[in-house]
């Protein structure tokens, strides 16, 4: 069946069986590779993406449920004029990732928790971010969080590599 | 690991290690280019003669028009843009920018014109490439083996095909060996080359920012105007390297390369691969390891929308379709039915009994230690200590499933994907296929974490891609579902041991006896490091119907936690601080010593806690590094372990990328607190219980220690590795820590279980 929303805000219409989990349409008919595959049944958070400004599961939910809405994936956080979303330069300036695996959805987790919270409390990072991330970068995911907000300041590199 | 029986060079090891490594004085040696062979000339270990024919490839593969190779490894443009092939693979520890601060340094190259490419996958770029080019005098066999996992020496003594990431190897021995010698050596090629051009001696010239200059008539020529007359030039091999005080790039913080596109969705993992005309399959192996495919009717898949075909391998099912939904529902339609390999009797309970009566038979297949342990044990009797320890089998969890695309066109298997060993994927390949290797072409990508799963000897994917691209016409990309990959793990085994001692007057142990049960070799990683008149480390060797794989920190992992959480108990027995009953077991003035004084400092170790709280502490030396962690827990209601702090000394000689190597410590810490709190890998009737992340327990970001304390202590020693040695003193600190909160010994891991029982 032909099913139509919006990605990244462009329209969309996909063919694909109304069960076909949100991830597998978007990485494999939409070429949207930045949302990740980690368990397929909502534990680990790499398939997170926003549907109507909520952080959403993508492996878990049917192509069927999303007619109509509105999805953000990380290819998707960007301005228009490619300047990368405040929280992703904080990732990089708190040097987060190591494999990076987990980072899209764990990004995306945090987009959605500020937008939520405005200045998150280290009570409210542990509630909401609850993505697993094997490689153990969850210090300086908090540390990113708490600099995009202004309540930190991250890691100081040098140069641009 | 798989041993090579077809090995393309005859024993690699051929280099014979020294008695004693013999510094020649007066000497100079060249690294001579003799058409297009290479000749390393001079050293302990006498001529080495690479490969002219790789050594013609590795310049073919890499090298363009306007573009200079050095040494295979390296290469620079007229554009000045200079560009390193790294041999290890991207998959989190951040080597590439490691690497390249390390040749960019000794280069005096310009940062923003560095290029950090992945070598290609071919012999010219083999570790042992490498090591002929590079280590040959330098460091020689002896110290590349010694520090690398059990599993991989084999390999590297009788092969030379394998390109590995792992043993905390990059910069220890590619960068130190490897990238600073290149980085020195073609500099002085460059100056060499310069001297000529402007009609000056060569102590007159300096270099800076990728260009020569002669300070007094202030001419200045550009890397990429003398690469052509420099690349003619034979090297030296022995070039005098920076001292520490000249760095300007080595332990700097210097961002890491790879990360932007990892924030924004653009970096391509193995698993993101699309290739016209693609397919994607998953897999179905049978449940219990060693079983067989008996049969299966294949028509419920066919039916489901978008599956084009089902393939059978000796021991699993697969299913191809237009995408993975569509494979996943087919292969779920399906009942297959498989033999149970002779193991339905195995189960976790039967393995530690099995591993029990194997050590009570008093058989050990290897002893090390020195000075008479069973008369000092016997003379203690009953004031002899003992305690029985067991660890589990543990799950590698890559964030990234197996996934591995294979398509065989025109006689040629292409693979591409992320494994640890892209050479060793290639032979692998090249037998399931029954294939010659050249006839294998692999393209390596960035992995979603490996962590030793990704080695070639244990990645059953590769004969499985291989197979079913054998069998059709179209590019597959193969993708285990998270349960194959929870289910058919190479896991880091389940182990047990039992540890005895004996305290003497003097308050000192004065024996000790660890009875190691498992696979391999326990002390292959990490050595018993106390000053201990008496020890015995005996080794039975047990194995379940499991194939044992290298688990990040490898054996150091279950030795860190029995030896440090027994020297804790001794400690304890013996009225003492657990740190200072440490401190007094290790050489006066060691760095062990140091490195546990400044964690102990820097933790506040000994002021007062909250009652419900404790301290922790544990050392292990694994791979090079010394680490100490100290962790502060306490229990939760549920009575699971709650860590609240973390601290963490790291000597590991020279940190390179301090921003980085922090990650990776802070990263192993946490590793090892999360196998230590939650994970297990459990079997009944030989199949194993767990299937996701349900009911396989990682620490999530709330379970964490919120800062970790990260600190190196700059030594004088050889560069030790990063990317593993952060994570054995976990576990033993953190049932330390609970102990000390507690006053209950936990000696069965994972903790969380243990804590609620």
Redesign the interface.
């Given at each position: 069946m032909a099913i139509g929303f919006t990605v990244n805000g462009k329209d969309v219409s996909v063919e694909a069986?109304a069960d076909?989990?949100l991830l597998?349409v978007l990485?494999?008919?939409l070429?949207?590779?930045?949302?990740?595959?980690?368990?397929?049944?909502a534990?680990?958070g790499?398939c997170s993406v926003h549907v109507d400004g909520q952080i959403t599961r993508s492996c878990s939910v049917p192509v069927s449920d999303i007619a109509g809405k509105t999805v953000t994936?990380?290819?998707g956080?960007?301005g228009d004029d490619g300047t990368?979303h405040a929280v992703?330069q904080a990732?990089?300036a708190a040097?987060?990732?190591?494999?990076?695996?987990?980072?899209?959805g764990q990004?995306m987790a945090a987009v959605a928790l500020i937008e939520q919270t405005g200045t998150p409390s280290?009570a409210q990072?542990?509630?909401a971010?609850?993505?697993?991330?094997?490689?153990?970068?969850?210090?300086?995911?908090?540390t990113a969080i708490l600099a995009a907000t202004g309540q930190a300041a991250a890691?100081?590199?040098?140069?641009?590599? | 690991m798989a041993d090579n029986p077809n090995p393309n060079i005859d024993e690699v090891g051929a280099a014979p290690a020294p008695e004693t490594p013999v510094k020649k004085k007066g000497v100079k040696r060249r690294i001579f280019l003799v058409g297009s062979a290479l000749l390393v000339g001079g050293g302990v270990f006498g001529l080495y003669w690479t490969d002219s024919d790789a050594r013609a490839r590795a310049k073919a593969l890499t090298t363009g028009d306007g573009e200079h190779n050095f040494l295979s490894w390296m290469k620079i443009a007229e554009d000045d843009i200079v560009t390193l092939f790294s041999p290890h693979i991207d998959m989190g520890q951040g080597t590439h920018t490691a690497l390249g601060q390390m040749l960019a340094d000794e280069l005096d190259a310009d940062w923003s014109k560095l290029k950090i490419e992945q070598a290609p996958s071919d012999i010219a770029f083999s570790n042992t490439a490498l090591v002929q080019s590079f280590l040959g005098e330098m460091t020689g066999y002896p110290g590349v083996i010694n520090a690398l996992p059990a599993a991989v020496i084999g390999m590297l003594t009788r092969s030379q095909k394998i390109q590995i990431t792992g043993g905390s190897s990059a910069v220890r021995f590619t960068g130190q060996g490897g990238m600073r010698v290149v980085g020195a050596a073609v500099r002085l090629a460059l100056i060499e080359e310069a001297a000529d051009r402007l009609g000056v001696p060569a102590s007159e010239l300096t270099t800076a920012d990728s260009a020569v200059t002669h300070a007094a008539s202030g001419r200045s020529l550009r890397y990429g105007e003398l690469a052509a007359g420099a690349a003619e030039r034979s090297l030296d091999s022995a070039p005098t390297l920076k001292s520490r005080k000249d760095y300007k790039l080595i332990g700097k913080p210097v961002a890491r390369i790879d990360i932007p596109a990892k924030v924004d969705g653009s970096a391509v993992y193995g698993i993101d691969l699309t290739l016209p005309d693609m397919r994607v399959a998953t897999i179905a192996a049978a449940p219990v390891r060693g079983g067989k495919l008996e049969s299966v009717d294949q028509a419920p898949a066919l039916a489901v929308a978008g599956v084009e075909k089902v393939v059978t391998l000796d021991d699993a099912v697969i299913v191809i379709a237009k995408g993975y939904w569509q494979a996943l529902k087919g292969l779920q339609a399906l009942s297959p039915k498989f033999t149970d390999g002779g193991s339905s009797a195995m189960s976790t309970a039967s393995v530690y009994a099995a591993q029990a009566k194997l050590r009570e038979a008093g058989k050990p297949d290897a002893e090390a230690g020195a000075g008479d342990v069973d008369a000092a044990l016997t003379a203690a009797g009953d004031a002899a200590i003992t305690a029985d320890f067991r660890t589990p089998f543990l799950h590698h969890a890559m964030m990234e499933p197996f996934a591995l695309t294979a398509h065989f066109k025109d006689g040629k298997l292409h693979l591409w994907g992320g494994l640890q060993d892209p050479i060793g994927a290639r032979d692998r390949a090249a037998k399931a296929a029954g294939l010659e290797m050249d006839d294998v072409i692999f393209n390596p990508m960035i992995m979603g974490g490996g962590f030793g799963r990704r080695f070639p000897g244990v990645t059953e994917i590769i004969d499985q891609a291989a197979l079913l691209a054998m069998q059709v016409p179209y590019p597959v990309k193969l993708i285990w579902s998270r349960e194959e990959e929870v289910r058919h793990g190479t896991y880091r085994p389940q182990t047990s041991a039992r540890l005895t001692a004996a305290l003497g007057d003097d308050g000192r142990i004065a024996a000790w006896r660890s009875d190691f049960v498992q696979g391999e070799d326990s002390e292959s990683e990490a050595g018993f490091i106390y000053d201990v008149p008496a020890t015995s480390r005996r080794h039975f060797a047990y194995k379940s119907n499991q194939i044992d794989g290298p688990w990040r920190s490898v054996n150091s992992t279950q030795v860190g936690f029995y030896n440090e959480s027994f020297i804790d108990e001794l400690a304890h027995a013996a009225g003492e601080d657990p740190y200072q009953f440490r401190r007094k077991h290790l050489p006066e003035g060691s760095r062990h010593q140091k490195v546990l004084d400044t964690v102990a400092t820097r933790s506040g170790w000994g002021t007062p806690l909250p009652e419900g709280t404790g301290r922790g502490i544990a050392i292990v030396e694994s791979f090079g590094t010394i680490v100490a962690e100290v962790i502060e827990a306490t229990v939760k209601d549920d009575g699971s372990p709650k860590v609240l702090k973390a601290w963490a000394v790291v000597d590991c000689g020279t940190t390179v990328s301090p921003v980085n190597a922090e990650a990776q410590i802070a990263g192993g810490l946490i590793m090892g607190l999360s196998s230590a709190i939650g994970e297990a890998i459990t079997l009944e009737k030989g199949a194993v219980v767990e299937s996701n992340f349900n009911d396989y327990n990682l620490l999530k970001l709330a379970d964490a220690p919120p800062v970790i304390d990260v600190h190196f202590i700059e030594s004088d020693a050889p560069i030790g590795g990063i990317g593993e040695p952060g994570l054995p003193p976990a576990s033993p600190a953190l049932a330390n820590a609970l102990f000390a909160a507690t006053g209950k010994r936990i000696r069965t891991l994972p903790l969380m279980t243990q804590a609620k029982a």
């Amino acid at each position: 069946m032909a099913i139509g929303f919006t990605v990244n805000g462009k329209d969309v219409s996909v063919e694909a069986e109304a069960d076909t989990p949100l991830l597998w349409v978007l990485r494999e008919d939409l070429a949207l590779t930045g949302t990740k595959f980690g368990c397929g049944i909502a534990a680990c958070g790499a398939c997170s993406v926003h549907v109507d400004g909520q952080i959403t599961r993508s492996c878990s939910v049917p192509v069927s449920d999303i007619a109509g809405k509105t999805v953000t994936t990380i290819e998707g956080l960007k301005g228009d004029d490619g300047t990368l979303h405040a929280v992703q330069q904080a990732w990089i300036a708190a040097q987060v990732p190591q494999c990076g695996y987990c980072q899209s959805g764990q990004i995306m987790a945090a987009v959605a928790l500020i937008e939520q919270t405005g200045t998150p409390s280290d009570a409210q990072i542990d509630e909401a971010m609850t993505n697993i991330c094997r490689c153990g970068t969850y210090p300086r995911i908090r540390t990113a969080i708490l600099a995009a907000t202004g309540q930190a300041a991250a890691a100081a590199v040098q140069g641009e590599a | 690991m798989a041993d090579n029986p077809n090995p393309n060079i005859d024993e690699v090891g051929a280099a014979p290690a020294p008695e004693t490594p013999v510094k020649k004085k007066g000497v100079k040696r060249r690294i001579f280019l003799v058409g297009s062979a290479l000749l390393v000339g001079g050293g302990v270990f006498g001529l080495y003669w690479t490969d002219s024919d790789a050594r013609a490839r590795a310049k073919a593969l890499t090298t363009g028009d306007g573009e200079h190779n050095f040494l295979s490894w390296m290469k620079i443009a007229e554009d000045d843009i200079v560009t390193l092939f790294s041999p290890h693979i991207d998959m989190g520890q951040g080597t590439h920018t490691a690497l390249g601060q390390m040749l960019a340094d000794e280069l005096d190259a310009d940062w923003s014109k560095l290029k950090i490419e992945q070598a290609p996958s071919d012999i010219a770029f083999s570790n042992t490439a490498l090591v002929q080019s590079f280590l040959g005098e330098m460091t020689g066999y002896p110290g590349v083996i010694n520090a690398l996992p059990a599993a991989v020496i084999g390999m590297l003594t009788r092969s030379q095909k394998i390109q590995i990431t792992g043993g905390s190897s990059a910069v220890r021995f590619t960068g130190q060996g490897g990238m600073r010698v290149v980085g020195a050596a073609v500099r002085l090629a460059l100056i060499e080359e310069a001297a000529d051009r402007l009609g000056v001696p060569a102590s007159e010239l300096t270099t800076a920012d990728s260009a020569v200059t002669h300070a007094a008539s202030g001419r200045s020529l550009r890397y990429g105007e003398l690469a052509a007359g420099a690349a003619e030039r034979s090297l030296d091999s022995a070039p005098t390297l920076k001292s520490r005080k000249d760095y300007k790039l080595i332990g700097k913080p210097v961002a890491r390369i790879d990360i932007p596109a990892k924030v924004d969705g653009s970096a391509v993992y193995g698993i993101d691969l699309t290739l016209p005309d693609m397919r994607v399959a998953t897999i179905a192996a049978a449940p219990v390891r060693g079983g067989k495919l008996e049969s299966v009717d294949q028509a419920p898949a066919l039916a489901v929308a978008g599956v084009e075909k089902v393939v059978t391998l000796d021991d699993a099912v697969i299913v191809i379709a237009k995408g993975y939904w569509q494979a996943l529902k087919g292969l779920q339609a399906l009942s297959p039915k498989f033999t149970d390999g002779g193991s339905s009797a195995m189960s976790t309970a039967s393995v530690y009994a099995a591993q029990a009566k194997l050590r009570e038979a008093g058989k050990p297949d290897a002893e090390a230690g020195a000075g008479d342990v069973d008369a000092a044990l016997t003379a203690a009797g009953d004031a002899a200590i003992t305690a029985d320890f067991r660890t589990p089998f543990l799950h590698h969890a890559m964030m990234e499933p197996f996934a591995l695309t294979a398509h065989f066109k025109d006689g040629k298997l292409h693979l591409w994907g992320g494994l640890q060993d892209p050479i060793g994927a290639r032979d692998r390949a090249a037998k399931a296929a029954g294939l010659e290797m050249d006839d294998v072409i692999f393209n390596p990508m960035i992995m979603g974490g490996g962590f030793g799963r990704r080695f070639p000897g244990v990645t059953e994917i590769i004969d499985q891609a291989a197979l079913l691209a054998m069998q059709v016409p179209y590019p597959v990309k193969l993708i285990w579902s998270r349960e194959e990959e929870v289910r058919h793990g190479t896991y880091r085994p389940q182990t047990s041991a039992r540890l005895t001692a004996a305290l003497g007057d003097d308050g000192r142990i004065a024996a000790w006896r660890s009875d190691f049960v498992q696979g391999e070799d326990s002390e292959s990683e990490a050595g018993f490091i106390y000053d201990v008149p008496a020890t015995s480390r005996r080794h039975f060797a047990y194995k379940s119907n499991q194939i044992d794989g290298p688990w990040r920190s490898v054996n150091s992992t279950q030795v860190g936690f029995y030896n440090e959480s027994f020297i804790d108990e001794l400690a304890h027995a013996a009225g003492e601080d657990p740190y200072q009953f440490r401190r007094k077991h290790l050489p006066e003035g060691s760095r062990h010593q140091k490195v546990l004084d400044t964690v102990a400092t820097r933790s506040g170790w000994g002021t007062p806690l909250p009652e419900g709280t404790g301290r922790g502490i544990a050392i292990v030396e694994s791979f090079g590094t010394i680490v100490a962690e100290v962790i502060e827990a306490t229990v939760k209601d549920d009575g699971s372990p709650k860590v609240l702090k973390a601290w963490a000394v790291v000597d590991c000689g020279t940190t390179v990328s301090p921003v980085n190597a922090e990650a990776q410590i802070a990263g192993g810490l946490i590793m090892g607190l999360s196998s230590a709190i939650g994970e297990a890998i459990t079997l009944e009737k030989g199949a194993v219980v767990e299937s996701n992340f349900n009911d396989y327990n990682l620490l999530k970001l709330a379970d964490a220690p919120p800062v970790i304390d990260v600190h190196f202590i700059e030594s004088d020693a050889p560069i030790g590795g990063i990317g593993e040695p952060g994570l054995p003193p976990a576990s033993p600190a953190l049932a330390n820590a609970l102990f000390a909160a507690t006053g209950k010994r936990i000696r069965t891991l994972p903790l969380m279980t243990q804590a609620k029982a």
